[in-house]
């Protein structure tokens, strides 16, 4: 026990000894370390630049050894449109309040506004990124936080921008209030898990809000997705929780709310979807809980495509979209809808447990027919249809059977 009380002291003393020995160094343009890379040349490990506003006109910026970068009015940190800005190869860095804008594009490197190569313990916060290309790029990194930055693109084609934050091969990141607006994608993450993605707003990206490949057990949750080609896309990732948050005008001939491809044991709970061209689009996707979902004014509320099985969709208000549920197989594949409320339902409730006291079949014939012909949406809202599905739900024969919600909600679920 003294061994253990006299070691901790020791550790103690030492970090406090070095703690002590950190300086803060001043950046400004009319002082005598008048740029950012003769200021980390003269650092030393864990000194604090405070850079004051100006405009420094640099690039290629590499920190080599754990530093605190601290702007003061919005220092400006430009790379002209022609390198990447800064790029951070030592553990403990933190970057805040500066703003770093005009990476070169390039069509070779991935160049970035901050990228960070193979560290921990990265602290990024309260930034403006603008024209970034990459704005934020985490490669191979651990246990590090981007929070609360701007991310200000200006993309038009997919080839020639590039995301607003990306992680690849990363594990443990936070990525909480930031805003990422015109990119490709806003929030983009590949190859990483265990991460949390909370309170963003992804909006205008011309590709997807937020994007999943290959990534597993990460939880996104309260984030904004809005008026992006597709909100999400999640992809051939496994145990994902998706919570509370908001997917709204993702409008478009082949946009999505959700997108799910080839996941599995995930859950989607607590969300609103309004909006959307589609709000949730599954194809591959096994074993996904969806419950306590607000789907509302939707093109398509679901879509069920291939190889979709045991999934399970329970306690969801389904609100005057276009088409309810559409899927491309008579076998409903162990799909289950349990105790929705659906606001096409025309079934009563006699016996008054809130349970309707028919089964709702959310698939018409004419969203069969629509998907895989496109054209006839004319025909929407027709005597000719309306009766075509009528007919469909007496004597089905088009439209799987089974796919049914045996318990509809009669009142909006809480």
Not at 70 to 99: C, H, R, Y
Not at 289 to 313: L, Q, T, Y
């Amino acid at each position: 026990m003294t061994f253990r009380i006299y070691f901790s002291l020791f550790i103690f003393i030492l970090f406090s000894s070095l703690v002590s020995r950190a300086e803060i160094i001043e950046v400004c343009e009319s002082c005598s370390i008048n740029s950012i890379k003769k200021a980390i040349n003269v650092a030393s490990p864990h000194d604090t630049l405070l850079i004051d506003g100006g405009h420094y006109k640099e690039g290629n910026i590499i920190v080599d050894k754990p530093l605190a970068l601290i702007g003061k009015n919005w220092p400006i940190i430009d790379g002209e449109d022609e390198t990447e800005i800064f790029t951070i190869e030592a553990d403990s860095v933190t970057m805040m309040n500066l703003q770093v804008q005009n990476v070169g594009i390039s069509y070779v490197k991935d160049r970035a506004a901050i990228k960070v190569e193979t560290q921990k313990y990265i602290h990024i916060e309260n930034n403006r990124i603008i024209n970034g290309f990459f704005g934020i790029y985490l490669v191979r990194s651990r246990y590090s936080v981007i929070r609360n930055n701007k991310v200000f693109g200006n993309a038009v084609f997919e080839a020639s921008s590039g995301n607003a934050i990306q992680l690849w091969y990363c594990k443990d990141i936070l990525i909480e209030d930031n805003e990422c607006t015109k990119h490709r994608d806003g929030i983009y993450i590949e190859f990483s898990d265990r991460c949390k993605i909370s309170n963003n707003l992804s909006i205008k990206n011309i590709r997807y809000g937020l994007h999943f490949m290959f990534s597993d057990s990460n939880l996104y949750y309260k984030n904004t997705f809005e008026k992006n080609k597709a909100g999400v896309a999640v992809m051939y990732s496994s145990y994902i929780h998706m919570d509370g948050n908001t997917f709204k005008d993702n409008w478009g001939s082949a946009s999505y709310g959700l997108l799910l491809k080839e996941i599995k044991d995930s859950e989607l709970e607590n969300n609103v979807f309004i909006g959307n061209t589609v709000a949730i689009y599954s194809e591959g996707t096994v074993r996904l809980k969806v419950d306590h979902n607000r789907i509302e004014s939707n093109g398509w509320a679901v879509i069920i495509r291939g190889s979709s099985e045991m999934n399970v969709f329970t306690n969801n208000n389904f609100l005057s979209n276009t088409f309810e549920v559409s899927s491309g197989s008579k076998n409903n594949m162990g799909n289950r809808f349990s105790e929705n409320y659906w606001s096409e339902y025309n079934g009563y409730d006699l016996d008054k447990d809130g349970i309707g006291d028919i089964p709702h079949n959310p698939i018409s014939l004419f969203s069969y027919i629509v998907q895989n012909n496109p054209t006839t949406i004319i025909l929407l809202r027709s005597l000719f249809i309306d009766l075509l599905n009528l007919a469909e739900k007496i004597t089905p024969v088009l439209t799987p059977i089974t796919l049914v919600d045996e318990k509809p909600s009669i009142e909006l679920n809480q």
